[in-house]
T-cell receptor, first 113, second 116 residues
């Protein structure tokens, strides 16, 4: 079991460029989420999914798109990167919506110049 | 408006002593609380949780206390070990109103340093 994997580990983008942060889990979890962590801000929920084909917005969704075509994958897309999106991004998954912990990936560090 | 607050950015304790990390919340709909631990360059890992129907939950060296009237919870680590040095995040969800473990609200975190 690889758990939750994220690629790339680190990425530098120029303002206006687009990219996709990959997230995959091999635990057959229905629930997946994307968070960003900024200094002094804790983790903030960007988007989440309760199953294949179903996604919804979290606390800070602007500038990000997601899709969930399979149970395993939950990519996060930045259509036009901005310096304010410089952050560390964490993907998480869980089997059950209640009383079950989330498992986090190792994170993707993104720098937008 | 920050709904989950960890007012101490850092805490330093001696090995073998008790570490107490505090967390306050403002949203009275929160009914499930978790603590996550995070080492540098790694994702957060779940530590311990507590439901609002309880006021205490223990797991080995870790105990979480919940005071609903004060909207306050704390994590006690006894005895503290150098390997406990990490950032600790308090998180909350409002399950009764549609929230869940995948829609957590996190505090800013407290960096715990346990000195040998």
């Amino acid at each position: 079991n690889a758990g939750v994997t994220q690629t790339p580990k680190f990425q530098v983008l120029k303002t206006g460029q687009s990219m996709t942060l990959q997230c995959a889990q091999d635990m057959n979890h229905e629930y997946m989420s994307w968070y960003r962590q900024d200094p002094g801000m804790g983790l903030r929920l960007i988007h989440y999914s309760v199953g294949a084909g179903i996604t919804d917005q979290g606390e800070v969704p602007n500038g990000y798109n997601v899709s969930r075509s399979t149970t395993e994958d939950f990519p996060l897309r930045l259509l036009s990167a901005a310096p304010s999106q410089t952050s560390v991004y964490f993907c998480a998954s869980s089997y059950d919506r209640f009383r079950e912990t989330q498992y986090f990936g190792p994170g993707t560090r993104l720098l937008v110049l | 408006d920050q709904q989950v607050k960890q007012n101490s950015p850092s805490l330093s304790v001696q090995e073998g002593r008790i570490s107490i990390l505090n967390c306050d919340y403002t949203n009275s709909m929160f009914d499930y609380f978790l603590w996550y631990k995070k080492y540098p360059a790694e994702g957060p890992t779940f530590l311990i949780s507590i439901s609002s129907i309880k006021d205490k939950n223990e797991d080995g060296r870790f105990t979480v206390f919940l005071n609903k009237s004060a909207k306050h919870l704390s994590l006690h680590i006894v005895p503290s070990q150098p390997g406990d040095s990490a950032v600790y995040f308090c998180a909350a969800s409002a399950e009764a109103s549609g929230g869940s473990n995948y829609k957590l609200t996190f505090g800013k975190g407290t960096l715990l340093t346990v000195n040998p």
